[in-house]
């Protein structure tokens, strides 16, 4: 059964970098032509996409946050990473890391998400 | 970028009921070569990350009980719960998945009345 876990910090100083980790157990994140991606959603407040990647390393950002995010994979540990540099307030949400079974598709299996505060 | 409009905000419906929510893209989702609306739908209850209810606008993921069904096509969606449960209390996201950026609609929060 495929599992996705999220790890990384929970708070961050502004202007610092994010990064999270992204576990996956139950598949290979090599296997078919799976999408990984991640997705935020601010306290009590809808969900925005981040981007995705697949395990060769094409990926696919949201205009909005390209200029500070990088997406990458790594295939001999399983799993993969979020970076978001200069972060400031509007960047406190819940992440998530989730996966789809290809580009253009939903996601279909999430992780549990974790809450990353911007404090200063 | 395609802007998810969804409405009602909030629904607060009986149980065994009828609940509806409707959710309107900015363009068309529908791919004219293979005929398909590139939408889900998702229920998120607290404390919980999304899950996965319709996607094709009308297909149920395997374990959705079968009150939940999907329907609409090109810029207007609906998604359906035939018969209200207690459990079905939850905020429901539609999400377009035809052009990157994807994006969601805010949510609709559905409450037993």
């Known amino acids: 059964q495929l599992q996705l876990q999220e790890s990384g910090p929970g708070l961050v100083k502004p202007s610092e970098t994010l990064s999270l980790t992204c576990i996956v157990s139950?598949?290979?994140?090599?296997?078919?032509?799976?999408?990984w991606g991640w997705i935020r959603q601010p306290p009590g407040k809808g969900l925005e996409w981040i981007g995705s990647?697949?395990?060769?390393?094409?990926?696919y950002y949201n205009p909005s946050l390209k200029s500070r995010v990088i997406i990458s994979v790594d295939t001999s540990k399983n799993q993969f990473s979020l970076k978001v540099s200069s972060v400031t307030a509007a960047d406190t949400a819940v992440y998530y890391c989730?996966?789809?079974?290809?580009?253009?598709?939903?996601?279909?299996?999430w992780g549990q998400g974790t809450l990353v505060t911007v404090y200063s | 970028d395609i802007v998810m409009t969804q409405s009602p905000d909030s629904l607060a419906v009986s149980l065994g009921e009828r609940a509806t929510i409707n959710c309107k893209s900015s363009q068309s989702v529908l791919y004219s070569s293979n005929n398909k609306n590139y939408l889900a739908w998702y229920q998120q209850k607290p404390g919980q990350p999304p899950n996965l209810l319709i996607y094709?606008?009308?297909t149920r993921e395997s374990g959705v009980p079968d009150r939940f069904s999907g329907s609409g096509s090109g810029t207007d969606f609906t998604l359906t719960i035939s018969s209200l449960q207690a459990e079905d209390v939850a905020v429901y996201y539609c999400?377009?998945?035809?052009?990157?950026?994807?994006?969601f609609g805010l949510g609709t929060k559905l409450e037993i009345k």
């Open positions: 094709w606008a009308s």
């Open positions: 139950g598949a290979s994140i090599s296997s078919s032509s799976y999408y």
């Open positions: 990647i697949y395990y060769s390393g094409s990926s």
């Open positions: 989730a996966r789809a079974p290809n580009i253009l598709n939903p996601f279909d299996n």
């Open positions: 999400q377009q998945y035809y052009s990157t950026p994807y994006t």
